[in-house]
């Protein structure tokens, strides 16, 4: 990535492209399939945050419309399984029943969303669609981080508070 130039770069993926009803090959896929794509955010000029912008921004900030395009940027946990978990502002710009996410890390509900619209695509699968994916992938990772630290709280609580019976002392 180091040798695209720009501080900013579009993640088109292939299920956005455009093939005519052709069944196109992974390896076969190039940037002319999204040409419509590349012409629309150009045609709205639409801002694209920094990362600094991102996470500067405040909590009543974080919905607005601009150019017709809604934005919203959300704080995801990332690297939440690893030694080092951190957190990572994204935000969604969906405009024109198109999606745009603008993130410097990569959280998991992008795979998983990923993963799901390569094995199952619907027809007619549009912006308002993926977002409403990728929302519900935040929701359950979200959920999947709170019950594992739950657990071990309430491991480590129960190590210090009830240590030699593992029952509430009366």
Same mark, same amino acid.
């Given at each position: ?7 900013? $770069? ?26 419509? @794509? /590349?012409? @629309? ?12 912008? !991102? %996470? ?20 995801? !946990? #990332? ?31 992008? !795979? /998983? ?7 199952? #695509? ?9 977002? !409403? ?7 359950? $990772? ?6 594992? /630290?739950?657990?071990?709280?309430? %491991?480590?609580?129960?190590? /210090? ?10």
């Amino acid at each position: 990535l180091s040798l695209i130039p720009g501080k900013h $770069r579009f993640n088109l993926h292939a299920f956005y492209g455009e093939f005519g009803g052709r069944k196109v090959e992974r390896n076969e896929v190039e940037p002319r399939h999204f040409r419509n @794509w /590349i012409a @629309w955010a150009k045609s709205l000029g639409i801002d694209v945050p920094s990362r600094e912008e !991102m %996470q500067e921004i405040e909590v009543t900030s974080r919905l607005y419309v601009e150019n017709g395009a809604r934005y919203m940027t959300a704080t995801l !946990m #990332c690297a939440s399984d690893s030694d080092t978990p951190k957190t990572t502002a994204v935000t969604f710009i969906l405009s024109g029943h198109r999606l745009i996410t603008v993130r410097y890390d990569d959280p998991r509900p992008f !795979m /998983i969303v990923a993963n799901k619209l390569a094995r199952v #695509c619907p027809a007619g699968a549009n912006g308002e669609a993926v977002l !409403m994916e990728l929302l519900d992938a935040v929701i359950d $990772r979200a959920a999947d981080i709170l019950e594992r /630290i739950a657990a071990e709280v309430d %491991q480590v609580s129960h190590g /210090i508070f009830e240590p030699e019976t593992g029952h509430a002392r009366s």
